[in-house]
């Protein structure tokens, strides 16, 4: 079974200033995709970026770039310039087939 | 457009009701699913629906758990006989199509406290 680890309960950075979250994930598949969500207290599970396993190229969504160690089974998100909006929490998930696997998430907070 | 939406936004009820919670997904898409979020934890996968049918319920906690899509369309959760640890928030997400290539779009969830 596929397991995502996120071993940052909790992170804060300056506004404007960079962030990275951390991920590490186990499969023992080869062809999947990981993505990194957004859930602000909305509750509502947002998208922020996502990674086909395949590319080597790492995804970049405008302020949000991975770093994806295929061989090392890490993916991690760094949110740039980060602004107030960015306050949320994090998860890192893996897809193989239909369903998504999250990690435990990562409480982001943004020091104005 | 409008985006996924579920249905009751909080839901409380005693230990023993029985309870139905509703997932309207975004217009034409044939892919639903249903996640669970324990306070503190991700989301949890508990059943996927292409068409009306249960493609993989593999996810269901237990046989009080049961989940429907008679038209394709709406799908409603139902629990049985509730208990103090089915208490969380439960996400719904729709997808245009099932497919890894296709994004799940989820709604605002709904949350459940069973006292």
């Known amino acids: 079974a596929q397991t995502v680890t996120q071993s940052q309960p909790e992170m804060s950075v300056q506004e404007a200033e960079t962030v990275t979250l951390s991920c590490t994930y186990d499969?023992?598949?080869?062809?999947?995709?990981l993505f990194w969500y957004k859930q602000p207290p909305s509750r509502q599970m947002i998208l922020v970026i996502r990674?086909?396993?395949?590319?080597?190229q790492n995804a970049t969504e405008n302020r949000f770039s991975v770093n994806f160690q295929k061989a090392a089974k890490s993916f991690s998100l760094k949110i740039s310039d980060s602004q107030l909006g960015d306050a949320a929490m994090y998860f890192c998930?893996?897809?193989?087939?239909?369903?998504?696997?999250f990690g435990t998430g990562t409480r982001l907070t943004i020091i104005p | 457009g409008a985006g996924v939406s579920q249905t009751p936004s909080n839901k409380v009820t005693e230990k023993g009701k029985y309870v139905e919670l509703r997932c309207d997904p975004i217009?034409?898409?044939?892919?639903l699913y249903w996640y669970r979020q324990s306070l503190g934890q991700g989301p949890e996968f508990l059943i996927y629906?292409?068409?009306?049918?249960?493609?993989?319920d593999s996810g269901l906690p237990n046989d009080r758990f049961f989940a429907v899509r008679p038209e394709g369309s709406v799908s409603t959760l139902k629990i049985q006989r509730t208990e103090r640890g089915d208490s969380a928030v439960y996400l719904c997400?729709?997808?245009?199509?099932?497919?890894?290539?296709?994004?799940?779009?989820f709604g605002p969830g709904t949350r459940l406290t069973v006292t």
């Open positions: 997400a729709s997808s245009p199509s099932g497919g890894t290539e296709y994004e799940q779009y």
């Open positions: 499969t023992s598949e080869s062809d999947y995709y």
């Open positions: 990674q086909e396993a395949y590319k080597q």
């Open positions: 998930a893996y897809r193989s087939a239909e369903k998504l696997t």
């Open positions: 217009s034409g898409h044939t892919a």
């Open positions: 629906f292409q068409g009306t049918g249960a493609a993989d």
